[in-house]
C-alpha cells in the first residue's frame, strides 16, 4: 500500500471521515498526522523483547568526516571495509574527538589516514555546531580519511516519512494492517479513549509478536534497493 490507499482504508475502517475532504478523493485533512504518528510508534516498538537494528553501508570519500543520515535513531557500531582489511571502529563522544583533535570545525589540520573513531551527532545536542539542520542525523569519523573507505554503519532507523500520497515504507508495504491499528491507537491516543488505546494496543502486540523480520527482508529484496526503501541519505 501506499500512503493514500493506506489513508483510505484507515477512514474506512474507523469511520472518522472528518479527517478527510471527502470520500471520493480521499485528500488528507488530519488523518496523516495520525499515520505518522503510528509509525513512529511502531518504529520504537521492540519486536519480541528486541530492537531491530539494520545494517546501512556508505562510501566516504577523502577528507570526509560527517557521514549523513537523518534516518539514524540510535548507532549500535560501524564497521570500516577496505580491500585488505575489515575492522569496527571505536565508539566516543564528540566532545572527546574535539578535546583530542580540536576544536574547528570539521577538523581541517587534522592529520589524514584511517578512519578509527567515531561519534553520533544530532543537532538537538548543543555538543554539534558544524551541524546546520535541524534533521541532520550521523556520525563523526576521524582521522578524516585519506582515501575512499566503505563504512556499515549498525543502527536503529526511522521508517521512510510518509507525506506524500505515493509514499510507501516498511510498514506500509508489509504490514499495513499493523500501521492502521498504530494510527488508530494514536487517534483514541489523542482524544482520552483508554478503552479504545488499550484494544489496539492488544491487537498490535499480537501482531508484533508473529513478524519475523528476516522473512520480510527477503520480501522486501525486489524493491530497487534497501537505500530506496528506507530513503537513506
Do not use: C
Not at 471521515?17 to 488523518?31: E, N, Q
Request: aromatic share 12%.
Amino acid at each position: 500500500m501506499d500512503l493514500k490507499a493506506l489513508r483510505t482504508k484507515f477512514i474506512d475502517l474507523s469511520g472518522r471521515f472528518d479527517l478527510v475532504v471527502d470520500t471520493t478523493d480521499y485528500v488528507d485533512a488530519g488523518a496523516n498526522f495520525f499515520i505518522q504518528a503510528g509509525q513512529r510508534f511502531l518504529d520504537r516498538a521492540p519486536y519480541e523483547g528486541k530492537d531491530q537494528y539494520v545494517r546501512w553501508k556508505s562510501t566516504v570519500t577523502a577528507g570526509t568526516t560527517f557521514v549523513k543520515n537523518t534516518a539514524i535513531r540510535a548507532v549500535k557500531s560501524v564497521r570500516v571495509e577496505t580491500v585488505s582489511d575489515s575492522y569496527f571502529m571505536i565508539k566516543k563522544k564528540y566532545g572527546q574527538l574535539r578535546e583530542e583533535y580540536g576544536d574547528i570545525d570539521g577538523f581541517p589540520n587534522t592529520t589524514a589516514g584511517a578512519p578509527r573513531f567515531y561519534a553520533p551527532v544530532s543537532v538537538r545536542s548543543a555538543d554539534t555546531p558544524t551541524i546546520a539542520s535541524e534533521t541532520e542525523r550521523g556520525i563523526f569519523i576521524l582521522p578524516p580519511p585519506d582515501i575512499s573507505y566503505e563504512i556499515e554503519i549498525e543502527a536503529l532507523f526511522s521508517s521512510a516519512d510518509l507525506t506524500d500520497d505515493t509514499d510507501v515504507s516498511f510498514w506500509t508495504v508489509a504490514f499495513p494492517e499493523t500501521l492502521i491499528q498504530a494510527a488508530w491507537y494514536e487517534l483514541e491516543r489523542y482524544y482520552r479513549n483508554t478503552a479504545g488505546m488499550k484494544d489496539h494496543l492488544d491487537s498490535i502486540r499480537r501482531d508484533l509478536q508473529g513478524i519475523d523480520f528476516d522473512e520480510v527482508e527477503e520480501e522486501m529484496a525486489g524493491l530497487d534497493s534497501m537505500q530506496d526503501s528506507w530513503r537513506f541519505e
